[in-house]
């Protein structure tokens, strides 16, 4: 059974940093892109970053490019997402998902972790 | 950026009757659309991919058509359980994008 556990969530003031990581389990980590996608309170998704199977490649919008980093560690079948200068506005339940597989592109998200909370207030 | 418009965004149901979502893109995605359901609380959840395709799992009463810039979801036969907020999502270019959502509720 596919299983992603997101943890690192919390409070964090304006312009401070956090770390996220997603646990990983229940199929071959390596072989899959991974990307978080993130959901602010009572909105809708919004993709926040791609990585490739490898780590060589990451993909990002406009709205984090430059204060977001994911990054994974295969052998930890780990995903992690480092926010810096973080803002209000990225406020949100931050989701683990999986791509679906590399054969058929990376244009859809088949597994979800349950998500992370991330409140930036002061 | 692909902008992804669903409609309507809140529709009321009745259990058994058969409901269609619509989808909007405001450039050719061709056939890179999916579909989440959301429920209350809980993540989403893949419910098609590229427009038509069924994914292992999900009830049959669930169906996508489309292609282009119009698409849509198709629920055959209500339930309960189907009252969520449905997301379309475009996986055609860079930036991933997800429209707004339809919400289901019970008339």
């Known amino acids: 059974e596919v299983q992603l556990v997101e943890s690192g969530g919390g409070l964090v003031q304006p312009g401070r940093s956090l770390k996220l990581s997603c646990a990983a389990s229940?199929?071959?980590?390596?072989?899959?892109?991974m990307a978080w996608v993130r959901q602010a309170p009572k909105k809708g998704l919004e993709w926040v970053a791609t990585?490739?199977?490898?780590?060589?490649?990451?993909y990002y919008p406009d709205s984090v490019k430059g204060r977001f980093t994911i990054s994974r560690d295969n052998a930890k079948s780990s995903l992690y997402l480092q926010m810096n200068s973080l803002k209000s506005e990225d406020t949100a339940t931050y989701y683990c998902?999986?791509?679906?597989?590399?054969?058929?592109?990376?244009?859809?998200?088949?597994?979800w972790g349950q998500g992370v909370m991330v409140t930036v207030s002061s | 950026d692909v902008v992804l418009t669903q409609s309507p965004a809140t529709l009321s149901v009745t259990p058994g009757e058969r409901i269609s979502l619509s989808c909007r893109a405001s450039?050719?995605?061709?056939?890179?659309l999916h579909w989440y359901q959301q429920k209350p609380n809980e993540s989403p959840r893949l419910l098609i991919k590229y427009a038509s395709q069924s994914i292992s799992g999900i009830p049959s009463r669930f169906s996508g058509s489309g292609s282009g810039t119009d698409f849509t979801l198709s629920i055959n036969g209500v339930e309960l359980e189907d009252l969520s907020i449905y997301y379309c999502?475009?996986?055609?270019?860079?930036?991933?994008?997800f429209g707004g959502g339809t919400k289901l509720e019970l008339k």
């Open positions: 998902a999986r791509h679906g597989p590399s054969t058929e592109g990376i244009g859809y998200f088949d597994y």
């Open positions: 999502q475009q996986g055609n270019s860079l930036p991933r994008t």
């Open positions: 229940g199929f071959t980590f390596s072989n899959y892109y």
């Open positions: 450039e050719s995605v061709d056939t890179y």
């Open positions: 990585i490739s199977t490898s780590g060589s490649r990451t």
